[in-house]
Every structure is written in C-alpha cells, then in structure tokens.
C-alpha cells in the first residue's frame, strides 16, 4: 500500500514537501512516480525516480521547479514542490511500476499501485 501525505493550502510562490510511505518489503524493487489530477482535468504525469534513485524524469510544466526522492531504507518517496503557481493546483498521487520495471514504466503510465492522493491547493 501507497500513503501520500503533506498537501496543503500554500501560497503562490511557496513551498511544499510530500511524502508517500509504501508498506511491503519490496519497495526498493520498484520505480515510483507521483502523477496529479487538477479539478475536471485528466490525471497526468508529474516525476518519476528509478527503483534505486539514479534516474528520474519530469514533466516540462514542473522542470526545474519539482525534485522527486526516495529513501529506500525509510520505504519514502518525496517530492518536493517549489515555485508553486495556481496551475498546480491538484490531488498528487503516488504510484509504483510492478517489481523491476523500468523507470519508463511510469513514464508511460503503467502503474502496478495507486496510493491515495493528497489535495495541494495553491493560492493567490
């Protein structure tokens, strides 16, 4: 199971940390990724990270603004969310590829597990 947690209301311009914690013994086996779901948007790609953190990969709208991070030993992955505008105003979910898949697996959407999501509402 997936929990993500640290969303919140932020102002235009801050800064937020989330989290997901994965349960099972098997975390380090997975690529992860966090995608979101703005209001009457489709849900979309965010970042990704390789299953031992050496790769990772974002979308263009959050380049250079986002870091995604995993603590394998904590079972953990982070992204931190700087720069915040309006646009990224949504429900961010966190998700793994099935065991040993690459990190393009989440790139593409081929996710294995969904967490929930936690709401990021940013203000003006």
């Known amino acids: 199971q997936l929990q993500a947690s640290g969303g919140g209301l932020v102002q235009a311009g801050g800064s937020l940390r989330l989290s997901c914690a994965a349960s099972?013994?098997?975390?380090?086996?997975?690529?992860m990724g966090w995608f979101r779901q703005a209001p009457g948007k489709e849900r979309e790609f965010v970042a990704a990270i390789s299953w031992s953190g050496g790769s990772t990969y974002y979308a263009d709208s959050v380049k250079g603004r986002f870091t995604i991070s995993r603590d394998n030993a904590k079972n953990t992955v982070y992204l931190q969310l700087n720069a915040l505008n309006l646009a990224d105003t949504a429900v961010y979910y966190c998700?793994?590829?099935?065991?040993?898949?690459?990190?393009?697996?989440?790139?593409?959407?081929?996710?294995?597990?969904w967490g929930k999501g936690t709401l990021v509402t940013v203000s003006s």
């Open positions: 099972g013994r098997a975390f380090s086996d997975h690529a």
């Open positions: 998700a793994a590829a099935k065991p040993t898949a690459a990190i393009v697996a989440v790139i593409r959407g081929e996710i294995y597990y």
